[in-house]
């Protein structure tokens, strides 16, 4: 089994700072691309960001700038940074990893199961 489970979410003012973390447990053999998606009420989840293995990043146009997508592959962690946060930026936030599992010769995607992020005017 493979679990990826977030945490750092809460409540922030407009302007302020929060760190998501995500990580992955498990019997993982590799990671591929890792991401966060986010979903708020009444809208589909969307693409925030992703990094790739060899650390591309890739950034929805909304939060360039003041997001900021990493990974640590000895913990099998990805981190997202989120600066001058904006009311706009509330949503549930949900951890995407594709990796191989040992044993298994294909890739699959994953979900963490989310954390809350709300942004005060």
């Known amino acids: 089994q493979v679990q990826l489970v977030e945490s750092g979410g809460g409540l922030v003012q407009a302007g302020g700072s929060l760190r998501l973390s995500c990580a992955a447990s498990g019997s993982i053999f590799s990671f591929n691309t890792m991401g966060w998606y986010r979903q708020a009420p009444g809208k589909q989840r969307e693409l925030v960001a992703t990094i790739s293995s060899g650390g591309s990043t890739n950034y929805t146009d909304s939060v360039k700038g003041r997001f900021f997508i990493s990974r640590d592959n000895a913990k099998n962690t990805v981190y997202l940074q989120m600066n001058s946060l904006k009311p706009e930026d509330t949503a549930v936030y949900y951890c995407?990893?594709?990796?191989?599992?040992?044993?298994?010769?294909?890739?699959?995607?994953?979900w963490g199961q989310g954390t809350q992020v709300t942004v005060s005017s």
């Open positions: 995407n990893a594709q990796l191989r599992r040992v044993g298994v010769p294909v890739e699959y995607r994953y």
